[in-house]
Structure formats: structure tokens, C-alpha cells
């Protein structure tokens, strides 16, 4: 195709034509790459990948480096604590997977900023920056829908359970750790601070990075949701029981980001699930409701942490009592998924299945310099 070269600049009319080829119906978010040509080089989308990994790998290194040293340091509190890999007791053992998960916050920034050298703002949303205005209105129907899709879980878990007649063995309560009063409510203050952030990183790693660096190369979102579904499983417990719900949750949270055109919400469903999944993993451990729950727990984890995995008192519970709690909250999730887009359609005047979108009237962002 021949170049068109402005007389007056001497230079190609590629932004022009960029301009003027948004300029024609509003910009979705997974396509916020390609509002300069520059951002949307497949050098840029591979930088953009390479320097969220790396930071990724430093961040996460450094941590366990200093948790070794800690324990090292202090070698009673691991056996205070109760540490063991998944136990939802155990406030180190929960509050180090959510600090894993946490720093895909910072990992995602470097990527976007220096990676792809654009605006980390063009991240957030189509309208480059966090949209309180969507947080506040869509926080209580959010985290209600998570509270629902947690609790139908548990509920699974104990019709599983008593579907497996009386003669089911459970797991004696004396071989487990003790989980006294003080345990659960230190776990409970680490999950409402830690948990948010966890979501926060693992949005912006897998929507906002991935999403976005397929959508410079993909104008349709659908090979980029289904890219972030397959990255959910790195690292994940091998059981239909933790799979299924975690790719339903990632396909779910990379619609409500396409369809909302931001981060906000899919935060929110992916912070209220982990909140509420591993409040109830932690109250509720060792019963038919808590190995219900422990699904949700793990398909709700960064990839690659302790949390992903099914905690031993699931794992040990009789029956199909985790498979059973992981496909009713899949379904839940795909239910409170379609409510959600309805709602936004709604609110934004667009169909079910068009997205929110950056409006030509909104311009392009400006460019970074050094």
C-alpha cells in the first residue's frame, strides 16, 4: 500500500488515518493500544509483556527472600502460626499468597509505563483514568453478586455433603491445626487488606496488560478473553473443582472489562469473591459449607500462590463436596456476569453485547517523553 506523505510535515499520515479511523465509532477497551500507532508496534506489545514479567519475578523474589529471612530469624513463628501450604487458617500462610498476588500491581505499572511507553491511565479505563463514578455505583451490586456467588458455592458443598450420606468420613478435627478465635480474626484483618490489592494487580496484570497488548493486534476481543482464561490455569491445582470456576471467573472478569470499558468493576467481582471465599474458607474450614467455598478460594488466587490450590480439609472432604461448590459458584458467577452487563447496557444506553467506549469527542491521549 502506498504511503500518503503530509507535504507540509513530511511525514506519513498513519496518525491521521488512525484518527480518523476511531473517529468513526467509539474505541473499546481492549483497543486503547491503538490510539497512537506507536503504542501499538508488536515491539511495544512485547516489551510490554517482558517488563511486567521481569518485574514481576524481582518483586516476587525479593518477597520470598525476606519471608525465608523472617522465618529464619524468628524460627517459632511459623509453628505459632500454623503455617502449611492453603491452610485458610493461617494468617501468614493466606496474608504471603495475597502479597504475591499484590504485587502484579506494581509488576502491571512498569509494564504499561515503561514497557509500552504510554499512559498508565489508559489501563484504567476508556477514559483514561479510574472512574469513581463506576466504583461507587457498581460496589454494592458487585460485592452482593460475590456474596451470592460464594454463599450458593457453600451451599453446593452441603448438599454435596449430606447427598454422601451419613457413613462419609470426614477428616478428625484433632489432626488439623489449631484454629482458635484469635487465628481466624487475624486471617479476616489480612484478607480486607490484602485481598482488594491482590484483585487490583491481577486485573490490571491480565485485563489491562493482556487484554489490551491482544487488542492492538486483534480488533475483536474474543482471542484476548480467551488468552487470559488459559494464564489463569499457570500454576493452578489440577482439579475440575479449582479449573472450572477459575476459568469461568477470567472469562468473566475479561467480559465485564470489555463490556464496562475498565478495570472497576471486574475488580470489584474478583475482590469480592476473594474477600468473601477466603472470610468463609477461614470460618468456616473442616465443615461441608468451607470445602464448598474452597474452589472459589483457589480459582480466585493469582496464579502460581499457595492460594491457588485446594486447601487439605477440601481436598479430604467425602464426596464430590468441592467439584459439587466449584460448579455451582461457576454458574452463579456466569449468572451474576449477565445480570451485570444487562445493567451496565442499561446505565450506558449500548446493547447487551456492544461495549462501553472512548468517544472520538474524548481525543487521544497525549504522548510520553522522556
Known amino acids: 500500500m502506498r504511503r500518503l506523505i503530509d507535504p507540509a510535515t513530511g511525514r506519513s499520515d498513519a496518525a491521521r488515518r488512525c484518527r480518523a479511523l476511531h473517529a468513526a465509532k467509539p474505541v473499546p477497551y481492549h483497543r486503547m493500544a491503538t490510539l497512537r500507532p506507536e503504542w ?45 501450604s492453603g491452610d485458610p487458617t493461617s494468617p501468614l500462610d493466606v496474608g504471603l499468597a495475597l502479597l ?17 511507553w504510554r499512559p498508565l491511565a489508559t489501563a484504567w479505563s476508556v477514559s483514561t483514568r479510574f472512574r469513581r463514578r463506576m466504583l461507587r455505583g457498581g460496589a454494592p451490586w458487585m460485592l452482593l453478586g460475590a456474596l451470592v456467588v460464594v454463599a450458593v458455592a457453600g451451599g453446593a458443598g ?46 490490571l496484570a491480565l485485563r489491562g496488560v ?16 480467551a488468552v487470559t482464561a488459559l494464564i489463569a490455569l ?44 477466603l472470610v468463609g474458607a477461614a470460618l468456616l474450614t473442616g465443615t461441608s459449607a468451607g470445602a464448598g467455598i474452597a474452589p472459589l478460594v483457589a480459582a480466585s488466587a493469582a496464579p502460581g500462590t499457595s492460594g491457588a490450590a485446594l486447601d487439605a480439609a477440601a481436598v479430604a472432604a467425602p464426596g464430590n463436596t468441592a467439584l459439587a461448590g466449584g460448579l455451582a459458584g461457576a454458574l452463579a458467577l456466569l449468572v451474576v456476569t449477565a445480570v451485570v452487563m444487562q445493567v451496565i447496557g442499561t446505565r450506558e444506553s449500548v446493547r447487551f453485547l456492544e461495549p462501553v467506549g472512548r468517544e472520538a469527542s474524548e481525543g487521544v491521549p497525549d504522548a510520553l517523553h522522556v
Open 40 to 84: 501499538s508496534t508488536r515491539s511495544r506489545a512485547l516489551l510490554t509483556i517482558l517488563a511486567t514479567l521481569l518485574a514481576y519475578v524481582i518483586l516476587a523474589s525479593a518477597l520470598l527472600v525476606a519471608a525465608v529471612l523472617v522465618l529464619a530469624l524468628a524460627p517459632g513463628m511459623n509453628v505459632a502460626l500454623g503455617v502449611t
Open 100 to 116: 504475591m498476588g499484590a504485587l502484579w500491581v506494581p509488576a502491571g505499572m512498569v509494564g504499561v509505563r515503561f514497557g509500552g
Open 158 to 203: 452441603a448438599i454435596a455433603a449430606g447427598l454422601a450420606g451419613p457413613g462419609a468420613v470426614w477428616p478428625d478435627p484433632a489432626d488439623a491445626a489449631p484454629r482458635g478465635a484469635g487465628r481466624r480474626i487475624a486471617v479476616v484483618l489480612v484478607v480486607l487488606v490484602l485481598a482488594p490489592l491482590q484483585a487490583v494487580g491481577v486485573e
Open 210 to 225: 493482556v487484554l489490551q497488548t491482544l487488542g492492538a493486534r486483534f480488533a475483536l476481543p474474543w482471542p484476548g478473553i
Open 234 to 277: 499457570i500454576g493452578r491445582d489440577l482439579h475440575a473443582a479449582v479449573l472450572i470456576p477459575a476459568v469461568v471467573l477470567a472469562l468473566c472478569a475479561a467480559v465485564l472489562t470489555w463490556k464496562s470499558g475498565g478495570l472497576e468493576v471486574p475488580m470489584l467481582l474478583t475482590a469480592g469473591v476473594g474477600v468473601f471465599g
